[in-house]
């Protein structure tokens, strides 16, 4: 009796972690990239759930930098065939001319 309490706590403890993750992982995939998992451990759980939360803080970066990037090209075409009057490209995250992110490329 007591090595099935036992047994069932120990897997409630990778369960519920587990459980969560892949909740975490439904909501990135439906885009949602402000998602964070509560880390509730510090064992291989815990570092599962630390390097998702990573990979997702490095998804978010790489998608804004790539938004930038389309936004800085797409209005470099638009400024080549004279539709532009200003001369800086727009700022990433307005849209409008001003300060903006250095894309390399």
């Known amino acids: 009796m007591f090595a099935s309490l036992v047994a069932i706590r120990v897997s409630r ?3 519920n972690p587990i459980e969560k993750l892949s909740q975490g992982a439904k909501k990135i995939a439906e885009g949602d990239m402000e998602t964070k998992v509560e880390k509730l451990s510090s064992d291989e759980i815990g ?3 630390d ?3 990573q990979m997702v803080a490095n998804l978010k970066d ?3 930098k790539l938004v930038a990037a389309e936004r800085i090209s ?3 075409k638009h ?3 004279g539709g532009a009057r200003n001369k800086e490209p727009p700022d990433a995250h307005t849209g409008f001319p001003g300060k903006h992110v250095k894309v390399q490329g």
């Open 13 to 15: 403890n990778i369960i």
């Open 47 to 49: 570092m599962l759930v």
């Open 51 to 53: 390097a998702f939360n």
């Open 62 to 64: 790489s998608r804004e």
């Open 74 to 76: 797409a209005w470099r």
């Open 79 to 81: 400024r080549k065939k």
